[in-house]
Each structure stands twice: as C-alpha cells, then as structure tokens.
Nanobody, 115 residues
Framework: QVQLVESGGGAVQPGGSLSLSCAASRSIFSISVMRWYRQAPGKERELVATITSGGSTNYADSVKGRFTISRDNVRRTMNLQMNSLKPEDTAVYYC?????????WGRGTQVTVSS
C-alpha cells in the first residue's frame, strides 16, 4: 500500500500564492493517476487537477491558468503550485492516487484565502 501526506497549506491574501506538496511513502513511478481534490465548507469534494504517469495534466475550469500540477518520481512527491489565489479557493486540499486498484487519499491540508 501507499500512504500520502499533504503539506504546504496555510493562510494567504487574495492574489497570493501557495505551493502544496503530497509526499508518498513509496515509489510513485508506477502510479498511473494522481490528483488534487478540494472540499470547501458545506460543499462536495471537487476535482482540481490530474497528472498521469506520462506527465499529462488536466485542470478544473475554475483553476486553469492559475494552478500547476507536477510530480517528481525521484522525490516521490506530487505538487500543486497555486497562484492568483481567490477567496473561493478556500478549502481543504486532498492528495489522491489510484494504486493497485484502490483509491488512496491523504488527510488533507487547509488553504484559506482571505483579506
């Protein structure tokens, strides 16, 4: 199995930037799909960004042009660079991996965008 641990959350003003990281307990080289999700208070969890083992990426319309997902197979991390943050980006951000037929989730990291 693999464990995922998110870090890098915090509070930032609108227009600011944050970088999230998801550290895996084992090699992610063979993990075909990794994603970032987020869940705002009172809302359902939503998909933010996806990256495949081949490096293909996909983004929710709400974050296109502002967020960048990446992965480092050597360091066993997946990252989310978030720029031009808006109050509506406030949420708990979760790391996800599809590993050996199972959904694996991290515990989440809080991102708060407020003036």
């Amino acid at each position: 199995q693999v464990q995922l641990v998110e870090s890098g959350g915090g509070a930032v003003q609108p227009g600011g930037s944050l970088s999230l990281s998801c550290a895996a307990s084992r090699s992610i080289f063979s993990i075909s799909v990794m994603r970032w999700y987020r869940q705002a208070p009172g809302k359902e969890r939503e998909l933010v960004a996806t990256i495949t083992s081949g490096g293909s990426t996909n983004y929710a319309d709400s974050v296109k042009g502002r967020f960048t997902i990446s992965r480092d197979n050597v360091r066993r991390t997946m990252n989310l660079q978030m720029n031009s943050l808006k109050p509506e980006d406030t949420a708990v951000y979760y790391c996800y991996a599809f590993f050996r037929g199972a959904d694996v989730w991290g515990r989440g990291t809080q991102v708060t965008v407020s003036s």
